[in-house]
Antibody, heavy 120, light 111 residues
Framework: QIHLTQSGAEVKKPGASVKVSCKVFGYTLRESTLHWVRQAPGKGLEWMGGFDPGEGEILYAQKFQDRVTMTEDTSTDTAYMELSRLRSEDTAIYYC?????????????WGQGTPVTVSS | QSALAQPASVSGSPGQSITISCTGSSNDVGRYDYVSWYRQYPDKAPDLVIFDVTHRASGFSNRFSGSKSGNTASLTISGLRAEDEADYYCCSYSRGDFKWVFGGGTKLTVL
């Protein structure tokens, strides 16, 4: 069964960084493209970035471009999302999700989400 | 402000049908047949409902259907049931700065 398992909740102070992991089971990172989506409390879903097969690289939403780094360790099938210079507005649940094929233009499945709280 | 516009809420009685709209632009919904819909229960991750505008995901009955006209996509749920009460989000591939754009979400209430 294909599923994604994320790391646990984090509490960080403003200005710090957070690194969230996402391990895939039932397939490999090489076969798919992994993306990160966040959801602030009571708000909607927001795409942060992910691997774009057409570009052959990880693309970031412009809003996060200077603060986010997404990496993949294909030896362990684990992806990471690091967000730096955290501020209170970054308090959200961070989800990893995937396109199981470059020709699939939808996200399925999703990880369980990692709550990140930014508070002094 | 979300890139795709959805109504904040819709409601219907059991057995009725509802439609949720998702309005984008010629850069996303109007350009690509890559609209997907997701259902999200409180404190849960989203689940794929519809992909490529009209195709149902595994586990979803033909009570769920999707369509598109111009820059607006729609999700219709017929024969409403209590378990359909959830938040629904649309998503589209985009040629803009955001490669993927989501709607702001619609809260479906089953009366």
């Amino acid at each position: 069964q294909i599923h994604l398992t994320q790391s646990g909740a984090e509490v960080k102070k403003p200005g710090a960084s957070v690194k969230v992991s996402c391990k895939v089971f039932g397939y490999t990172l090489r076969e798919s493209t992994l993306h990160w989506v966040r959801q602030a409390p009571g708000k909607g879903l927001e795409w942060m970035g992910g691997f774009d097969p057409g570009e052959g690289e990880i693309l970031y939403a412009q809003k996060f471009q200077d603060r986010v780094t997404m990496t993949e360790d294909t030896s362990t099938d684990t992806a990471y999302m690091e967000l730096s210079r955290l501020r209170s507005e970054d308090t959200a649940i961070y989800y990893c999700t995937t396109r199981l094929s470059p020709v699939y233009y939808w996200f399925d499945p999703w990880g369980q989400g990692t709550p990140v709280t930014v508070s002094s | 402000q979300s890139a795709l516009a959805q109504p904040a809420s819709v409601s219907g009685s059991p057995g009725q049908s509802i439609t949720i709209s998702c309005t984008g632009s010629s850069n996303d919904v109007g350009r690509y047949d890559y609209v997907s819909w997701y259902r999200q229960y409180p404190d849960k991750a989203p689940d794929l409902v519809i992909f490529d505008v009209t195709h149902r995901a595994s586990g979803f009955s033909n009570r769920f259907s999707g369509s598109k006209s111009g820059n607006t996509a729609s999700l219709t749920i017929s024969g409403l049931r209590a378990e359909d009460e959830a938040d629904y989000y649309c998503c589209s591939y985009s040629r803009g700065d955001f490669k993927w754009v989501f709607g702001g979400g619609t809260k479906l209430t089953v009366l």
